[in-house]
């Protein structure tokens, strides 16, 4: 076999029916026809994968689940001594097999982001290695840009295959499947026909004809430094920030912000502590117990995001920008505060007064 297979737009549904028997499979999916909403989802059959439109939001609850129950916990009192009592906890751990499949190149590439947090650092973050150790991603070689997308700016591309298993490449007629990693490509084996010689050299010009395509103008690695330089003018923040009105969209949609609380949910003896997202742009999630808070203005919080993403994480981790340059912040910000644009302004300004 050669890795790949080939499998018309008619029999993607059969196909992910059947991979559906051995893998909870998530797809992009329409959620609400009138607002055009589309979202990941748990695939079933007669639901049908969008592969031309984007996802509003992300694919990082798959891995990441936006509330996840950590354990759950029992007070359970001594019957023979009733002011003593013992604590009974059970880990709750959802991670059978998983498959992603149609998640956009920089979607699959955010969780390197997570990679590095969650797996790589002194101490490993358990939830998350179950699921991405039982999770493949099939991803979508991405022929749907718009003019938010910036992920070639940010050290990847519409054709970027880091972190996927397999490759999903639209050609006339279908798609061309190509297994890249060990599973991938044992999945890829048994799950279909391989595709004629003509097939396969139009999924080879695909990828060739999409790797060549910038989607974004500038290159916006390397501004750790510019960053540094601009920490203390709040002025500069000041007016790159002031329409901000902190409602956090930009940390909810995107695909490599990883801010979470823990909370205890119970009622009587027994209980979960449960993990949910938060966000940096929120001004308690930052306020502290005694009532200081490190950052107390919106201003230092989006300095913060900004900070996080193009100068203390690249510091930290090699030079790595942590964003993918999906474009969703730009999209959903409801006074169209745009990053890159602010990245950039880093630099500019910095040169402008060298
Ligand atoms: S989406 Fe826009 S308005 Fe909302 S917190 Fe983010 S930058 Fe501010
Ligand atoms: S910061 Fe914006 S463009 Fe970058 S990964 Fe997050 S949502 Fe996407």
Not at 14 to 26: C, M, P, R, Y
Not at 103 to 129: H, I, M, N, S, W
């Amino acid at each position: 076999m050669s890795g790949k297979i080939f499998v018309a737009h008619d029999a993607l549904s059969g196909l992910l029916d059947d991979l559906s028997k051995k893998f909870k499979v998530w797809i992009p999916q329409m959620m609400d026809q009138a607002s055009g909403h589309i979202a990941f989802g748990v695939y079933a059959p007669g639901k049908k994968p969008e592969l031309t439109r984007r996802s509003r939001l992300s694919p990082k609850k798959i891995l990441f689940p936006s509330m996840d129950t950590l354990f759950k916990f029992t007070y359970v009192k001594d019957p023979k001594d009733p002011v003593r009592y013992t604590i009974d906890l059970k880990e709750s751990f959802d991670n059978g097999p998983t498959l992603v499949f149609g998640a956009r190149p920089c979607d699959t590439r955010g969780f390197q982001t997570f990679d590095q947090v969650f797996l790589k650092g002194q101490y490993k973050d358990v939830y998350y290695e179950r699921r991405r150790q039982n999770t493949l991603f099939a991803t979508l070689v991405c022929q749907d840009s718009d003019t938010a997308c910036f992920c070639s700016s940010v050290g990847s591309g519409p054709a970027d295959m880091t972190g996927s298993d397999m490759a999903v490449i639209p050609i006339e007629g279908g798609y061309v499947i190509e297994g890249l990693t060990d599973a991938g490509r044992k999945l890829v084996e048994t799950s279909g026909s391989a595709p004629s010689p003509e097939q396969a050299a139009a999924a080879e010009q695909m990828k060739r004809n999409t790797a060549a395509l910038k989607i974004g103008e500038d290159d916006l690695t390397g501004y750790a430094d510019d960053l540094t330089r601009r920490f203390t003018d709040m002025d500069f923040w000041r007016e790159q920030v002031s329409p901000c009105i902190t409602c956090g969209v930009c940390t909810w949609v995107c695909p490599t912000c990883y801010c979470f609380s823990i909370t205890d949910e119970a009622s009587g003896m027994s209980g979960e502590r449960m993990r949910s997202w938060d966000s940096c742009m929120f001004y308690l999630y930052t306020l502290e117990a005694r009532g200081h808070n490190p950052r107390p203005t919106k201003m230092e919080r989006y300095r913060n995001r900004v900070g996080h993403k193009f100068s203390y994480f690249p510091k930290k981790y090699d030079g790595m920008v942590s964003c993918c340059g999906c474009g969703r912040c730009i999209r959903t910000c409801p006074v169209s505060i745009d990053i890159r644009k602010v990245v950039k302004e880093l630099k500019e300004t910095a040169d402008d007064r060298a």
